[in-house]
């Protein structure tokens, strides 16, 4: 192991052990006050569905598996966790780390995303690389705004992600591209039972490269993300209900189209 690696390994223990010993802090200071209820500070999920679609690619076809755990504070302005994704036949397999800061109808995320499916055309044998030109691994940062928040009748949401560090390269692996996700998102119909919506995205890099126009998720810039979804609540037993969605998924710049169907089995 070179001393690069090790001093690596050894800042990223650090960062882990330090969060660990932040949550286990907040835990504790929760309970040294009146008994509280978990799930106004945890929360837990998993979806089941046919495929992995993600900002107009399809990252995993088969029966996928998603679940994520997190901590926040009670009044929901910041979150901490983990997200995973696998799928049955074992040729797809993701563990993220991911952050939360809200305030009104902002929110600033940052993604820590890994992908290391057996399959990958990167590295994905190190989980502790985070060597800019060798890490399978990068760094996402979304702002978001919400006008339900001020304008209940016109719950237009807006986000803009842009890729900071990773395996966002050109292909001479020169520098990054700084591939960035532009989007909106929009409810056609809401009720107690059913959900409909519409989005639409598009990609660009903040960086120029002399023959190579490709981002991150395309092979040159353009609309990659069209989608209409549709979701609705069966009322399984009194206390549970049962969520199950489909949705099309439209990549024109690709050429490309999918289409998904899933449930979320349970969110605490």
């Not at 890994?114 to 940062?141: H, I, K, V």
């Not at 001020?150 to 020169?174: H, V």
Request: proline letters at 3%; aromatic letters at 18%; hydrophobic letters at 40%.
């Amino acid at each position: 192991m070179s001393k690069h690696t090790a001093n690596i390994k050894y800042s990223f223990l650090l960062r882990f052990v330090f969060v660990f010993l932040t949550a286990v802090h907040f835990c504790t200071a929760v309970q040294a006050q009146e008994q509280p209820k978990v799930k106004d500070y945890v929360d837990w999920g998993l979806e089941v569905a046919n495929n992995h679609l993600w900002r107009g690619i399809e990252v995993s076809d088969g029966l996928v598996m998603c679940t994520d755990l997190s901590i926040h504070d009670k009044a929901g302005h910041f979150k901490a966790g983990l997200w995973g994704g696998t799928n049955t036949s074992g040729d797809y397999k993701e563990f993220n780390f991911f952050g939360e800061v809200k305030y009104g109808g902002w929110k600033l995320a940052l993604w820590d995303t890994y992908n290391f499916s057996p399959g990958a055309d990167y590295n994905n044998q190190e989980f502790f690389n985070y060597s800019a030109r060798t890490t399978g691994r990068f760094l996402d940062c979304i702002l978001t705004y919400s006008f339900a928040q001020s304008t209940p009748q016109f719950p237009l949401t807006l986000s803009w992600s842009t890729i900071l560090f990773g395996r966002d390269r050109w292909a001479d692996n020169s520098s990054n591209r700084y591939s960035c996700f532009v989007s909106a998102e929009y409810p056609l119909f809401r009720s107690d039972a059913w959900s409909f919506d519409a989005s639409i995205g598009g990609t660009f890099t903040l960086s120029d490269k002399k023959g190579d126009s490709s981002t991150f998720y395309s092979d040159k810039s353009g609309l990659v993300h069209l989608q209409l979804r549709a979701e609705h609540r069966l009322q399984i037993t009194k206390n549970y209900s049962l969520p199950v969605f489909a949705c099309a998924v439209f990549n024109p710049v690709m050429d490309r189209a999918f289409f998904q169907i899933g449930t979320q089995v349970f969110r605490f």
